[in-house]
């Protein structure tokens, strides 16, 4: 028993610094509230911005054309397609009647 008071103090003072130790370790992994709080000041300020920005773009695509409005676009595109190769046939024929005219006033005045 003699033998326990004798190192009992060394024991206790290793103990306390192994504690010391093992808070301090445990700080070590852990934040501290004030920076807890700039970093949800800082992840609240990014959600807003990020939701702003969410927003927007749904106002975007809202803004963007049906698909029944492309369907009637894309078949006015074709409607106009059509008018655009038979006015192209016709102006092939206008060219080829001025080309003959053509031919014709060089033999007569050549």
Request: hydrophobic residues 40%; negative net charge.
């Amino acid at each position: 028993m003699d033998e326990l008071f004798r190192w009992w103090p060394l024991i206790i003072f290793l103990s306390q610094g192994l504690l010391a130790w093992f808070v301090w370790s445990l700080k070590q992994q852990f934040i501290s509230r004030a920076d807890c709080k700039d970093c949800k000041k800082d992840r609240s300020a990014a959600d807003h911005e990020a939701s702003d920005r969410i927003e927007d773009v749904e106002d975007d695509v809202g803004k963007l054309a049906t698909r029944d409005e492309m369907a009637a676009l894309g078949n006015k595109i074709e409607r106009l397609s059509e008018k655009i190769g038979n006015l192209d046939g016709r102006l092939s024929g206008i060219n080829r009647a001025v080309d003959l005219l053509n031919q014709h006033h060089l033999k007569v005045n050549g």
